[in-house]
């Protein structure tokens, strides 16, 4: 089997991107959007539009774009920071509850998907591989 491993991420990435076409429609918002809002979801411990760009990968400009979006949309609030007040903690809205929800349906069929077949012990030396990739890229520097 020939591996075109250039051509595999970004394979992947459109696939998972092509699920969300329904809810791209229906409340009319962009992948990006998408992708933020599931970042804030899955990871509440980060609050700040930087970590998006830092963490996500997102490119700066169209994350500014998305967040200022979905706060005019008011599926997020921005809300002054105490100690830097420069900064805004963004929240998801209550408003945003029923798009989070297909959001999180559509990454558990994603996940179904992409799991078939294959046995916990690959998916964990998978994980253990593509995260050592992460770091031999300089990606735990670029979290600090």
């Known amino acids: 089997m020939k591996v075109f491993e250039f051509a595999i991420f970004p394979y992947i990435q459109k ?11 229906k409340y009319d918002i962009t992948q ?3 992708d933020i809002l599931a970042f804030f979801y899955n990871n ?12 996500r990968g997102i490119n700066k ?6 967040v200022d979006k979905l706060v005019k949309k008011g599926y ?9 007040r420069r900064c805004h903690i963004l929240k998801i809205t209550q408003k945003a509850s029923p798009i989070i929800q297909e959001i999180i349906n559509v990454q558990k069929q994603y996940k179904n998907l992409v799991n078939q ?3 916990d012990a690959e998916k964990e030396q998978f994980d253990r591989t593509l995260y050592q990739m992460y ?6 520097q670029n979290e600090r």
């Open 44 to 55: 509440p411990e980060y609050q700040y539009a930087q970590e998006i760009v830092k963490i």
């Open 117 to 119: 077949n294959i046995s």
């Open 32 to 34: 990006v959007e998408i």
């Open 15 to 25: 696939q998972y991107n092509g699920m969300f076409k329904d809810i791209i429609e």
């Open 61 to 66: 400009g169209h994350a500014s774009i998305g």
């Open 76 to 84: 997020l609030e921005r809300i002054v920071d105490k100690k830097c």
């Open 135 to 140: 770091i031999n890229l300089g990606g735990y």
